[in-house]
């Protein structure tokens, strides 16, 4: 990650994040910053799966598992095709896993409940219809891990900076909250940029100091 220095009149502004080049040869900086005010992934409408959960202070998933029975059953009396599989949690003093298989030893992690992904689904998420039963298992995987995030404070804040060269001032373009499977340089990127279309780097000890901005 690299650093950008933002002085201002009232207050310097400390940034980290990475730097990233477009095709015409723009520069921009991504801030990354975690996101205090994360939206619930299980709530944008954008889900893909069904996650039936025991609600505790920590997990309420989109349906209690009292639902799982009679939601099983319409879906075999429609003759709805799905895939199913357990979720397990695993709590320790500083994080919740969520996964499909046991975490850490069979003992130690419980099963609070079942996600389901119909056919349909997979294929509202754009996935060929052919292997549905494998991508519906990726859709659970891929849910699970941005839930576990959420409820373990990982949402970044990311924000897309441009260097202007006439006003040596780098620029609020665009920012976006409630990103979830940050992990590369790259995934930032790909937030705001094809990713054949940008080239992203990035120096641990480097610190870019900006002209004075009202930033």
């Known amino acids: 990650m690299s650093i950008l220095v933002i002085p201002s009149q009232n207050q310097e502004k400390i940034l980290t994040g990475v730097r990233a080049r477009d095709a015409d040869n ?25 996650l039936y959960i025991t609600p505790d202070r920590h997990l309420i998933g989109d349906k209690s598992i009292d639902c799982f029975v009679s939601d ?3 879906l075999k009396e429609s003759d709805t095709e799905y895939n199913i599989r357990p979720i397990y949690a695993y709590r320790d ?3 919740l896993s969520l996964s499909i298989v046991p975490l850490c030893g069979d003992f130690d992690s419980d099963i ?17 219809d052919h292997d549905w039963e494998s991508r519906a298992v990726d859709i659970i995987i891929d849910e699970l891990a941005a ?18 060269s006439v006003t040596q001032k780098w620029v609020v373009v665009d920012s976006i909250g409630s990103c979830y ?10 937030v705001f940029f094809e990713s054949d279309a940008v080239s992203t780097y990035s120096d641990p000890d480097e610190i870019i100091i900006a002209h004075e901005s009202s930033l």
């Open 26 to 50: 723009n520069l921009y900086f991504i801030s990354c910053e975690a996101d205090l005010h994360a939206v619930n992934p299980r709530e944008t409408g954008k889900t893909y799966c069904t």
């Open 72 to 74: 099983m059953k319409t």
């Open 93 to 95: 003093p500083s994080r």
């Open 112 to 128: 609070v409940g079942f996600a389901v992904c119909t056919h349909k689904s997979v294929l509202d998420a754009g996935y060929e």
């Open 147 to 164: 839930y576990q995030e959420y409820l373990n404070g990982k949402a970044k804040y990311l924000t897309l900076y441009q260097y202007d």
């Open 181 to 190: 499977g940050i992990e590369r340089m790259s995934d930032i990127a790909s």
